[in-house]
T-cell receptor, first 114, second 111 residues
Framework: KTQVEQSPQSLVVRQGENCVLQCNYSVTPDNHLRWFKQDTGKGLVSLTV?????DKTSNGRYSATLDKDAKHSTLHITATLLDDTATYIC?????????????FGAGTQLIVIP | DMKVTQMPRYLIKRMGENVLLECGQDMSHETMYWYRQDPGLGLQLIYISYDVDSNSEGDIPKGYRVSRKKREHFSLILDSAKTNQTSVYFC??????????FGEGTRLSVL
C-alpha cells in the first residue's frame, strides 16, 4: 500500500512562473519529511527537511510547509528556471536516526518550458 | 567531497546470469541502502546495512543478496538474474539523522 502520495503526477510550467507540488502521506510515526530533486538519469539530492508541526522552510527559490495533523506537505518553487526541470520526490522518515525507514513517493515530474 | 559512487552505471545481462552492483562511500557512514526505482513507483528498499556484516532485509529482498565487508563498500548481488529485475538501482548512505546521500544509479537491463 502506497503510504506517500504525490500530486500532480506531472506538471508543465513556463519559465518564470511559480508552481506548487503536493505530498500526502499516511506514514506513522512521521518523524520528518524531506523533499528531493532528481535530475534525469541522476541520483536524489535533498532540497529541504521539515520536522515539526507547521514547519516552514526556505532554500532559495524553494520553500516548503508541513502540516503534521493533516499529514500533508507542499513544495513551492518560485520564478521557475529551465534547470528546475526534474522529478521532485517527497520522502517521509519514521524515525530521526538512521535506524528508521524512509518512505518514498513516486514523484512529481516538473517540466519548465521557455 | 562527500560522494556515493556506483559502478557500473549501465549494465546489460542475460536472464540467468549473475550480477554484481558495487557501491562505495568515503564518509565512513555506518548505514547504507540499496533501492530500486521503477516507473510510477517510489524507491523500494531492497536491503539496509547498519555496519560491516550487519545487514537486514528491506521490503523486496527476494532475488537479491548483499555483502558489506568494509564500512565504505556495499555490494548488491543478483544470483541468476530475472527479467523483472530490470530497473534502476540506487545506493545511498546516511549518518544519524542527516539527509541520505545517493549515488547516481545503475541502470540494469536483464534480457
Amino acid at each position: 500500500k502506497t503510504q506517500v502520495e504525490q500530486s500532480p503526477q506531472s506538471l508543465v510550467v513556463r519559465q518564470g512562473e511559480n508552481c506548487v507540488l503536493q505530498c500526502n502521506y499516511s506514514v506513522t510515526p512521521d518523524n520528518h519529511l524531506r523533499w528531493f530533486k532528481q535530475d534525469t538519469g541522476k541520483g536524489l539530492v535533498s532540497l529541504t527537511v521539515l520536522v515539526h508541526e507547521n514547519d516552514k522552510t526556505s532554500n532559495g527559490r524553494y520553500s516548503a510547509t508541513l502540516d503534521k495533523d493533516a499529514k500533508h506537505s507542499t513544495l513551492h518553487i518560485t520564478a521557475t528556471l529551465l534547470d528546475d526541470t526534474a522529478t521532485y520526490i517527497c520522502v517521509v522518515g519514521d524515525r530521526g536516526s538512521a535506524l528508521g525507514r524512509l518512505h518514498f513517493g513516486a514523484g512529481t515530474q516538473l517540466i519548465v518550458i521557455p | 567531497d562527500m560522494k556515493v559512487t556506483q559502478m557500473p552505471r549501465y549494465l546489460i545481462k542475460r536472464m540467468g546470469e549473475n550480477v554484481l552492483l558495487e557501491c562505495g562511500q568515503d564518509m565512513s557512514h555506518e548505514t547504507m541502502y540499496w533501492y530500486r526505482q521503477d516507473p510510477g513507483l517510489g524507491l523500494q528498499l531492497i536491503y539496509i546495512s547498519y555496519d560491516v556484516d550487519s545487514n537486514s532485509e528491506g521490503d523486496i529482498p527476494k532475488g537479491y543478496r548483499v555483502s558489506r565487508k568494509k564500512r565504505e563498500h556495499f555490494s548488491l548481488i543478483l544470483d541468476s538474474a530475472k527479467t523483472n529485475q530490470t530497473s534502476v538501482y540506487f545506493c545511498a548512505s546516511r549518518n544519524n539523522n542527516q539527509a541520505p546521500l545517493f549515488g547516481e544509479g545503475t541502470r540494469l537491463s536483464v534480457l
